[in-house]
């Protein structure tokens, strides 16, 4: 799948604050994924982050 900056994706594993699904701010070597629900942001290599995704949600549903 294709992954672009801003792209919304759900993860397996859901955050602390309850939300599951994180914006895509930066793709390269890492990635790195803001939490819609804290603005908690992190970083993590490519291949965990493409393991971590679960399915891009589509921006028009929320
Ligand atoms: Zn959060």
């Known amino acids: 799948m294709d992954y ?3 792209d919304i994706v759900k993860l397996k594993k859901i955050h602390p604050c309850g939300s599951k699904t994180w914006e895509i ?3 390269g ?4 994924l803001k939490c819609q629900g ?3 942001i992190i970083v993590v290599p490519r ?3 493409l393991k971590m ?3 891009k949600v589509e921006k028009d549903v929320k």
């Open 38 to 40: 804290c603005n908690h």
């Open 29 to 32: 070597v890492d990635f790195k």
């Open 53 to 55: 995704i679960v399915s």
């Open 47 to 49: 291949e965990k982050a």
């Open 4 to 6: 672009n900056i801003g």
């Open 25 to 27: 701010t930066r793709i």
